[in-house]
């Protein structure tokens, strides 16, 4: 099985803000293929289905985004799923708007939810997913619990839609692959 998770912050005060475009990747791609969070595990809402050949467990965790190792390390052990098997997707300040970026590994470059899972996980050998929302212009914290702006907002829907296909060809052909067609695909494609 595999783990894909969403990263954002729980409530209505979030929904479309930038922090959250883990989630609405994650609600994109349960909705592409029928499936719905209609259960509670590990603090998180959660689907289970196959995609392509693939079955897959798909989860937002409630916790907030600080917080996010919690519910991954659990779920991780609750359905026995290795490091390689997951794909966390979360938003990322370093890349441009509408930018993805598939990595087999690596840091937590700073994003809190990312370093809240290394450090549960005790290992930075997991894939991911990072979902460009450009740089902030003042403060950070302000900055990712803000919504897009209108120019932005069709630049996202379209990575939105771009991630949700790279985790398609991820489950079917592989993380290389993945990462060959999707991490030099224009943001405006």
Known sequence: MNLIVGLGNPGQDYVGTRHNVGFRCLQHLARKHGMNFSRR?????????????????????????????????????????????????YDDMDLDPGRIRLRSQGSAGGHNGVQSII?????????????????????????????????????????????????????????EAAMNQFNNLSNTA
């Open 119 to 175: 450090t549960a996980l005790g290992s930075q050998d997991f894939p991911r997913l990072r979902i460009g929302i450009g740089p902030p212009p003042g403060d950070p914290i302000r900055y990712v619990l803000s919504t897009f702006s209108p120019e932005v907002r069709e630049a996202m829907a379209r990575a939105v839609r771009h991630s949700a296909e790279a985790v398609e060809c991820l489950l079917r052909d592989g993380i």
């Open 41 to 89: 595990e590990c603090r998180s809402r959660v689907a289970t289905a196959k995609i392509g050949i693939s079955p897959v467990l798909l989860a937002r965790p409630y916790t907030y985004m600080n917080l996010s190792g919690s519910a991954v390390a659990c779920l991780m052990h609750k359905h026995r799923i290795s490091l390689t098997d997951i794909l966390i997707i």
